[in-house]
């Protein structure tokens, strides 16, 4: 049963005359910098790599704000998200919206461009509304969003979507909305890869109606609440479609198709890494760390 903060939040997205600014999230760019590094740190010493599919549909759209939306498989996530930031977009500004209680209680996060919401409450959806609007407003925003507002296994297929992407997404025409399917997978080596797949851009139109796409469609829409039912269904296909085809190219280890974007460690235990060291070195070869061939 949706809440009552779900049912009235059709009354947000309606118009936006008469609505003062709000105060926007702060992103202190040398913080940011730093931490991304620190994140890319963690992120080499507990994975082997981190794998992308799809890159080239980041470059269709340049020069408009841009909205990552990802499911929400693990802890690590946010932490992808800055290695995908400094390694991809570091030319633009990052926020994110998150829990007001959690924020409060890592409140460095506020230096990272991170905003409360509070999720329960009527007022927590507007404010998230005008925030992200604003946001938006700016070409060289990248919003950083988990739609689905809780951890959900990749396999979830019932975690939808919480009401305020879409939402947001039909208040902005010129933003692009691009799903980013995540799973952290066992493949040849000790640690695990972090496969990242692009999907299909999403972009609402500039004249009166919606126009969206998922692989391989376009649909249009005119706006009325009917349409916000009819985008987040769209938002979530193309999440669903980008994810399923990561999962395919997880599942059959098609390690061609993916570009990496960050090498993590390789190898399986010190001690035994310190002997086939020994060992290649007697015999005048070149000693590999990986145990295997991905």
Known sequence: MKSTVTNQIEHLSGGQAGEHPQAL??????????????????????????????????????????????????????????????????????????????????????RLGFFGVDRNSLPGARQFLRIGSQLLGRPETLLLITPQGRFADVRDESAGFEPGLAHL??????????????????????????????????????????TVGTEGERVRTRRSPRSKTNLNLRLEQALRAAASRLARASIHREEDAFGNLLEGRAGTQPVYDAWRRFKAALRGRTFAAAHGTK
């Open 25 to 110: 999230p702060v992103n202190s760019r040398w913080f940011t910098r730093f931490f991304a590094r620190y994140s890319e740190w963690l992120v080499r010493r507990n994975f082997h790599a981190v794998r992308l599919l799809g890159a080239g549909n980041l470059d269709r759209f340049n020069g408009q704000p841009l909205v990552l939306y990802a499911n929400h498989p693990s802890w690590w996530d946010p932490l992808v998200a800055l290695v995908i930031w400094r390694r991809l977009l570091a030319d633009r500004i990052p926020y994110a919206p998150i829990d007001a209680a959690m924020l409060e209680r890592y409140a460095f996060f506020k």
């Open 169 to 210: 997404a039909a208040r902005n025409p010129n933003a692009v909305f691009l799903p980013v399917a995540m799973e952290i997978a066992y493949w040849e080596e000790k640690r695990p890869e972090v496969l990242l797949h692009f999907g299909e851009p999403l972009r609402t139109a500039d004249d009166g109606s919606q």
